[in-house]
């Protein structure tokens, strides 16, 4: 994969992860806070915060995904609320999240293959039929072009714009 590609998936999704921590700061007493990405045709695709003690409780977990667990981590969750859900160790900390002071600080704890494969399930569900992992950084750069485009109204191209520019800055 592309490690230009890795690196916009990351910074992006942890912006926007960002956002919801900014405002979980606000509630001090909540030690898990989740951050929806989609809701779409009864699957829902989010990212929670959770306290290593709290996911000890979750039942059939493997050794191995114990073994990664930190004081505080962030997890994938696809589902369609009735069958089952799809969970993926995205990383964690051992300093609560919301001692972050921005979405950059996020990126480095994040895993390679679990946020790879969570990022796949979350364009399937949002009907993003592009495969990532297989572009070069310019080929993403057109594909993700296109989907903004397609799905994006022009105030909103604005807004991205000029949160794109404060970044190169």
Do not use: W
Request: hydrophobic share 45%; aromatic share 12%; glycine share 8%.
């Amino acid at each position: 994969m592309d490690e230009k590609v890795m690196h916009d998936l990351k910074l992006a999704f942890a912006c926007d992860l960002y956002e919801t921590v900014k405002a979980a700061r606000k509630n001090r007493d909540e030690s898990v806070f989740r951050h929806t990405m989609a809701d779409e045709g009864g699957r829902m695709v989010f990212a929670s915060v959770f306290p290593k003690k709290e996911i000890l409780e979750f039942p059939d977990l493997t050794d191995e995904f114990v073994a990664k667990l930190k004081t505080f981590n962030l997890l994938g969750v696809v589902t369609d609320g009735e069958s089952g859900l799809d969970l993926f160790f995205l990383g964690g900390m051992n300093k609560p999240f919301t001692q972050v002071t921005d979405g950059r600080g996020l990126t480095g704890m994040l895993e390679d293959e679990p946020f790879i494969a969570f990022m796949k399930a979350y364009f399937e569900i949002k009907g993003i039929m592009i495969d990532f992992t297989l572009m070069s950084h310019e080929e993403f750069l057109q594909a993700v072009e296109g989907e903004v485009f397609k799905n994006t109204t022009f105030s909103k191209m604005q807004d991205a714009d000029e949160l794109l520019k404060a970044f190169e800055n």
